[in-house]
């Protein structure tokens, strides 16, 4: 055999010619078939993603269409709860405002909560869609504008709930029904557990608020307006009923030293302290001990500088111990004289304006006083407490070893009153009351400090701590105080103007002017008192103050005038003083003016886009009118007249780039 004949049969050497076409075409055929292979999987991953979206997008755009729909609902119903409380006590009794508000806020809670369940699963999604033209920051901000919602009104409902075994004491609608303080503060105390519940909702719905800052529709923005100038009010609200038994001596007893200021000798926390009360709570109930100032005054430090050198003080007694504009620091003062001088310790201090007494009177109603054979209105206590404290020929019924203590004896009757008027009470009077003591807090007419560190902070969440304000946005701060020692402020008009012009490198150029004029006061008041510099510097209706301008830190003075005599500038209390020494002759008027210029780091909390003032009140203080002029370079200017105003003032303008 040849070695052709051989050779294995499809060897290279005999079919490698021959089958050449056959491969190529077989590799030819395998390449197509691996193509086919890896498009086809990839084709039909991307139909099943787009398969995907668009069943996401329908998804989410019905779940979008529901929850439009419940938070719609549930805004109607928020709108019958607010119609509930603000119209809530006509025609029917405030338990059954209660009850039917009761209503509105649960059904307000399922729609919300409804939408709240619907937007959370496409929360991710829709946190990234603000690029859709007009509807996007809208989309976008749903999910935590339905949390919000949720939030809002559970809070509610758990402070109502917090309300229930109060509520359940009055009988029903009875509205007249009276029941004893002591048992509103047990069943009070119930309810602890549910206002605890109500501020965590409610502070939660505040954390998810600040995160909402886009561009949105009237509806929204409306919606959103409600809930920054409410929820604040629930939460100190919820705050305070679970605080209140421990305040008001339950289950332990808490004791207060209680100022009385009057206010015709203008003080920087109200006015001068005429008389004091130790308080002690013990369930609701009040017993106090009454004295005139002079028996706190056995005790003595040195003054402030301009007590020293104006009127030759040789020392700084609890009477004059609220020198301090900023509360937490004169109320610890009072706090230091009163445990000095009558060896015991208060756990809170109230200071009070005769315009407090007055709303308290309001609240609980006028009553005969057996004692003077008079009523005793929310119109009349002002005047009848100076009155026999100054000048009746008899100052009342009681004997008292101290004659300050004596003459002033007609305030300490009127509070037993009082107090024995808030030994029961009546749905309607509770109402009163909490919106007396509110509206005394926003005029600053009662001013509060704690030792205990949660009370405290409670104070300052309702507005009646008395600090300086710590904003960092412009500010303005008058303060003064009378070193006549004479009850002429009632004839003393003060009124003002602050002009700022908003540089465009945010530098502000302000001017404050202060116009004081001395109205002759009435004989009877006029010759009463010492007059400036203990009588060495003028007559008993001369008027002298110190006053003091608090404004941003880092201002600068450029020019001042109208002093009798100016001080230097300083820092006080995290912002900068201007101050200086007034006398303002009877039936003379004085005018101050200031120029001063203000960093621009009064911008930092809106990065230069927005300003705002802040303007705080001082207690007991009575400008006839305070006029506000706001001007940027290329934009009008804006202007506000306040008449007669009696609380703390805020307004914001945009500036252009």
Request: glycine content about 8%; some cysteine.
């Amino acid at each position: 055999m040849s070695p052709s004949d051989s050779a294995p049969l499809g060897s290279p050497a005999t079919n490698e010619a021959d089958h050449a076409p056959i491969v190529r075409k077989a590799r030819r055929a395998h390449a197509a078939t691996s193509g086919i292979k890896t498009r086809f999987p990839s084709r039909l991953i991307a139909l099943g993603l787009l398969v995907i979206l668009v069943i996401l997008g329908v998804a989410t755009g019905l779940a979008l269409i529901s929850a439009r729909d419940s938070m719609n609902d549930g805004l109607r119903e928020v709108q019958r709860v607010e119609a509930d409380l603000q119209g809530g006590l006509v025609g029917r009794t405030p338990l059954a405002a209660l009850r039917q508000t009761k209503l509105h806020l649960r059904a307000a809670h399922v729609d919300f909560q409804a939408a709240d369940n619907r937007l959370s699963v496409f929360g991710p999604l829709l946190r990234h869609l603000s690029w859709l033209p007009r509807i996007g920051a809208e989309v976008a901000a749903a999910p935590d504008v339905a949390d919000v919602a949720s939030e809002t009104t559970g809070g509610g409902l758990s402070l109502l709930a917090g309300l229930d075994p109060l509520t359940a004491e009055f009988g029903g609608d009875r509205a007249a029904k009276q029941v004893p303080v002591q048992v509103l503060v047990a069943r009070l105390a119930r309810g602890r557990s549910s206002f605890d519940r109500a501020c965590v909702s409610l502070q939660s719905a505040q954390r998810t608020r600040r995160l909402l800052h886009g561009h949105y529709s009237a509806t929204l923005s409306s919606a959103l307006g409600t809930f920054d100038r409410q929820v604040p009010r629930l939460v100190v609200l919820c705050h305070a009923l679970a605080l209140a038994p421990e305040l008001l001596g339950y289950p332990r007893p808490h004791t207060y030293l209680l100022a009385y200021q009057n206010s015709d000798e203008l003080r920087a926390t109200g006015g001068f302290i005429g008389s004091a009360g130790i308080l002690t709570l013990r369930n609701g109930s009040v017993i106090q001990h009454f004295l005139g100032t002079n028996i706190l005054d056995n005790l003595s430090i040195p003054p402030p500088e301009p007590v020293s050198l104006y009127n030759g003080e040789p020392g700084w007694l609890f009477r004059d111990s609220n020198w301090s504009p900023d509360f937490p620091t004169s109320a610890a003062l009072e706090r230091y004289f009163a445990r000095l001088d009558l060896h015991q310790t208060a756990q809170g201090v109230v200071d009070i304006t005769p315009r407090a007494a007055s709303e308290l009177l309001a609240a609980t109603g006028s009553f005969y006083s057996p004692e003077y054979r008079r009523w005793i209105t929310a119109g009349n206590v002002a005047y009848l407490a100076d009155y026999y404290a100054h000048w009746a020929s008899s100052s009342g019924p009681g004997r008292y070893r101290n004659a300050d203590t004596q003459r002033k004896q007609f305030i300490a009757i009127v509070a037993q009153h009082v107090f024995s008027l808030l030994r029961t009470m009546s749905p309607g009077r509770l109402f009163r009351l909490t919106s007396s003591i509110s509206s005394g807090i926003a005029h600053r007419d009662i001013l509060v400090n704690f030792s205990a560190p949660q009370e405290q902070a409670l104070a300052r969440l309702a507005g009646a701590s008395g600090e300086i304000n710590p904003t960092i946005s412009d500010y303005l701060y008058v303060v003064d105080t009378n070193l006549s020692y004479n009850k002429i402020n009632p004839y003393v008009h003060f009124s003002g103007t602050y002009e700022v012009h908003v540089r465009s490198n945010r530098w502000l150029q302000s001017t404050l002017t202060l116009h004081f004029k001395n109205v002759p006061a009435p004989p009877r008041v006029a010759n009463y008192g010492l007059g400036p510099g203990a009588g060495t510097l003028g007559s008993p209706d001369d008027y002298a103050d110190f006053v003091r301008i608090y404004v941003p830190a880092g201002a600068a003075l450029i020019d001042q005038s109208g002093w009798t005599q100016r001080w230097s500038p300083g820092p006080a209390y995290g912002k900068t003083m201007f101050s200086g020494y007034l006398i303002v002759r009877r039936g003379q008027a004085r005018t101050v003016r200031l120029e001063y210029v203000v960093p621009p780091n009064v911008f930092t909390w809106s990065r230069g886009r927005t300003y705002r003032l802040f303007i705080q009140h001082q207690p007991g203080s009575r400008p006839d009118s305070f006029g506000v002029s706001v001007a940027h370079d290329g934009q009008p200017r804006f202007t506000w007249t306040l008449a007669h105003p009696s609380a703390d003032w805020t307004r914001t303008v945009p500036v252009t780039p």
